[in-house]
């Protein structure tokens, strides 16, 4: 700005204007009937259509990758070269080259070169929207770079631009857009990839990897030699994670790690249950990682201590503070998915068994799935307890047991289970668990095999059971009409927002 | 959570809002008035850029109470400016520059402005005022569009007023002035 500023009260702006100007006769002197032809023809390549493509084609493949952050920073990028180029064009009021023959498309003043500004914003914010770090982002740049030189150079054979406008224009784009990526969406912390796999899991390659090596040793004593993920298709909220430790004699670990990305899922997450369902128990939101580690920590150590068969917890370790945090717990080696094993009575007693454990130490589990009920040598093993509840409400500890006998019955006779439920739980106890069963209690993976399994298995158990109305799980409250009136305008204000985004940014 | 961090998180949701709500000045329509006194200089040149052939360039010659320039788009082939008034309406008078302009169905009447030929058409009056003024001449044309309202209509000499035009050969030599006599149009 300043330099800009010189240009205007100094005479070195008619210096510049002379030197550009001896350029482009130069320029004009090489001209000739065939390269004119041809330059004509490349103004497409900054053509404001060009540019309208290459934005959108940025916009769709962030939302198609879901990379929210780029996309933002990329509008971000778009909107304020937008501005800050129209500004210095209004404040420095160039008219296009003087004394030579203009043989090209233009539009408005020539400074900056509003084409170069935003084909160099575009391309380069693609690179960093789409393209790996790596080779492959080099040689993404030398393309870019090329498309650019040659852009600029057109523009100076056609005399639409003085050869300063298109220099400033270049690097007005590419340093606004740099900077916006450097420091808002940063490589190391925002990495492009292209692994297969849910938007939770983390990427533990790397520097992250090597974090987690060092924090694990540093902070507990962990000594690992490796750290790959390790059954992600059962997580969702976390990145699982196993560790071979160094030591061969011990037995490897399981670790889930945990970023700020889980932590706003578990907020959205609660978020949507509040206003489908009312504030149900416990759906308050962890205010940081740190919390929600130190909270599953906590539970881990309660369930162990009240002889529920979970983990062994052995803490957890601190990589980036109030960012990512690994929580560190025994490997169930040799350990099978409840669905994945023939029950018998002995592992529906056993289960049923864990339930009322539960039930009798004040405590919920809130997750049962076949995912978190392993068996290993024939005895039930209850996992993943970050959902988990002290001291909750008769409504969820009912919850609980039919989501047990749902899993049990997924894979035997419903009668059978409920038959060997009796022998741990009254009628009127079981019939209340089924009272309480909506779609809201089960989880996805419970929901999911249910409905492949054909039975309707919750209707069978209710009509064993005593009869017993349903359980209301609807609950109005002032918070509640107040949040879902703060969520419809806050998204009627996201949507005018992004209507004003794209209007300033010439997108619409 | 590092300062740096938080600043981070908020930094993108903050550049977009600001961006979107107080960008105004984003717009790729330029503000600068092509003014007939000196100080529009550069504007001017770039409106004659527009049409090369035109020999003569409009421009605003001054204010009438409650007029004021509102718009300027300027790209090769054609330059078009507007005027709001605060009786007449907003874009009350739009003005451009043309290599030519089509006449036809307008009533040619003698012309204040020297080599030039003026054409009236007369769209409406019923209730808004509606009509297309040209000016016809070597290499040019400009065509000032009224849409008044109502209570406006009497405001369309005011309009002669506010738009002068300028010679080719005048911003020429106020081109040489300003560049030390380096740089012509």
């Not at chain 1, 864990?354 to 130490?361: H, N, T």
Request: aromatic share 8%.
């Amino acid at each position: 700005m300043f330099v800009w500023f010189l240009l205007v009260v100094t005479e070195l702006g008619r210096t510049i204007d002379r030197i550009d100007h001896a350029v482009l006769e130069q320029v004009v002197r090489w001209r000739t009937t065939s390269l004119n032809s041809a330059m004509q023809r490349l103004q497409f390549l900054g053509e404001p259509t060009t540019v309208l493509v290459l934005r959108w084609a940025g916009i769709l493949s962030a939302l198609a990758f879901r990379r929210f952050r780029q996309l933002l920073v990329f509008l971000g990028c778009i909107l304020v070269s937008t501005a800050v180029s129209a500004l210095l064009s209004e404040f420095l009021g160039r008219s296009r080259p003087l004394g030579v023959e203009i043989i090209g498309n233009w539009d408005g003043f020539s400074h900056p070169s509003r084409p170069m500004v935003d084909i160099s914003v575009c391309l380069l914010g693609l690179i960093y929207l789409l393209v790996p770090r790596g080779d492959w982002r080099s040689r993404a740049k030398v393309v870019a770079g090329s498309y650019i030189a040659l852009l600029g150079i057109v523009r100076i054979y056609l005399a639409v631009d003085h050869p300063t406008d298109v220099l400033v224009g270049i690097i007005l784009g590419v340093t606004i857009t740099l900077l916006g990526f450097r420091l808002l969406a940063p490589t190391d912390a925002f990495p492009i990839t292209y692994r297969r796999g849910r938007s939770a899991h983390l990427d533990v390659g790397g520097p992250r990897g090597e974090a987690i090596r060092a924090a694990l040793g540093e902070q507990l004593g962990l000594h690992a030699a490796d750290v790959r993920p390790f059954g992600l298709d059962g997580s969702a909220g976390s990145t699982p994670l196993r560790i071979e430790l160094a030591d061969p004699a011990h037995p490897a670990l399981f670790a889930k790690l945990y970023a700020a990305t889980h932590l706003r899922s578990d907020r959205w997450y609660k978020l949507g249950r509040t206003l489908l369902y009312g504030r149900l128990e416990d759906e308050s939101t962890f205010s940081t990682v740190r919390r929600l580690v130190q909270y599953e920590d906590y539970l881990l150590r309660i369930m162990r201590s009240a002889g529920i068969p979970t983990a062994e917890p052995y803490g957890f370790a601190e990589i980036t503070p109030e960012r990512e945090y690994v929580i560190v717990t025994e490997f169930f080696e040799g350990a099978r998915e409840i669905s994945s094993v023939d029950v018998d009575e002995a592992i529906i007693d056993d289960a049923l068994g864990v339930v009322r454990c539960l039930w009798e130490s004040g405590l919920a589990h809130r997750d049962i799935k076949p995912a978190n009920v392993l068996i290993r040598d024939g005895k039930v093993l209850l996992i993943d307890v970050a959902f988990g509840e002290v001291r909750p409400s008769p409504w969820r500890q009912a919850v609980d047991l039919a989501n047990m006998m749902l899993v049990l019955a997924l894979q035997c006779d419903p009668e059978k289970v409920y038959e060997r439920a009796l022998l741990r739980f009254s009628p009127d106890e079981i019939a209340e668990a089924f009272a309480a069963t909506r779609g809201l209690t089960l989880t996805s993976q419970l929901r999911a095999q249910l409905r492949q399994d054909g039975r309707d298995l919750i209707s069978q158990f209710r009509t064993l059971a005593p009869d017993r109305s349903p359980i209301k799980i609807q609950r109005w409250s002032v918070r509640r009409v107040g949040l879902t009136g703060a969520v419809l305008v806050g998204g009627l204000l996201a949507v005018l927002l992004t209507i004003s985004l794209f209007a300033q940014a010439s997108l619409l | 959570m590092s300062a740096t961090l938080r600043w981070r998180r908020w930094a993108v949701p903050a550049v977009a809002a600001i961006s979107a709500f107080g960008g105004g000045c984003g717009r790729v329509e330029s503000h600068t008035a092509p003014t007939c006194v000196p100080k529009g200089a550069d504007t001017l040149a770039l409106v004659a850029q527009s049409v090369p052939t035109a020999a003569k360039v409009p421009c605003i010659a001054n204010y009438p109470a409650g007029w004021h320039f509102a718009s300027l788009s300027v790209r090769n082939g054609r330059t078009l400016f507007t005027l709001d008034s605060d009786r007449a309406g907003i874009s009350a008078v739009k003005v451009s520059l043309q290599p030519r302009c089509d006449v036809q169905g307008a009533t040619e009447i003698p012309s204040e402005e020297p080599g030039t030929r003026r054409f009236e058409r007369i769209i409406s009056v019923v209730n808004d005022f509606q009509a297309v003024r040209s000016y016809v001449f070597d290499g040019g044309c400009i065509t000032y569009r009224f849409d008044f309202d109502r209570q406006g209509r009497a405001l369309v000499n005011e309009v002669s007023v506010a738009i002068g035009f300028m010679d080719r050969a005048a911003v020429d030599a106020l081109v040489r002035e300003r560049s030390g006599g380096s740089l012509q149009l």
